[in-house]
Nanobody, 121 residues
């Protein structure tokens, strides 16, 4: 009933910027915390940034000061602005949302399909 679709990934030179978007659609009742995760080949998936329904944010130490997470509740969309990109930021980036669907009493996590971000040196 719910889908999350990421967009905005691609190839960028070190020092450049990208903005990722994640739009939720379907029979959505409410969305709680949303977050961005990333996974590089051979490594575990890690939290990059998260934002609550009230706008409180937290970031991985490796991206603090460079990445900004935001959301537009009216559009059911979360964004990740990535500046001063480094080669070590290269990974597949995934969007996650804690979502309660219409007629459900509790929320569950939904994941997007992922979008590739590649940063060249």
């Amino acid at each position: 009933q719910v889908q999350l679709v990421e967009s905005g990934g691609g190839l960028v030179q070190a020092g450049g910027s990208l903005r990722l978007s994640c739009a939720a659609s379907g029979s959505i009742g409410s969305i709680n915390t949303m977050g961005w995760y990333r996974q590089a080949p051979g490594k575990q998936r890690e939290l990059v940034a998260a934002i609550t329904s009230g706008g409180s944010t937290n970031y991985a130490d490796s991206v603090k000061g460079r990445f900004t997470i935001s959301r537009d509740n009216a559009k059911d969309t979360v964004y990740l602005q990535m500046n001063s990109l480094k080669p070590e930021d290269t990974a597949v980036y995934y969007c996650k949302g804690g979502i309660r669907v219409v007629l459900a009493t509790r929320e569950r996590d939904y994941w997007g399909q992922g979008t590739q971000v590649t940063v060249s040196s």
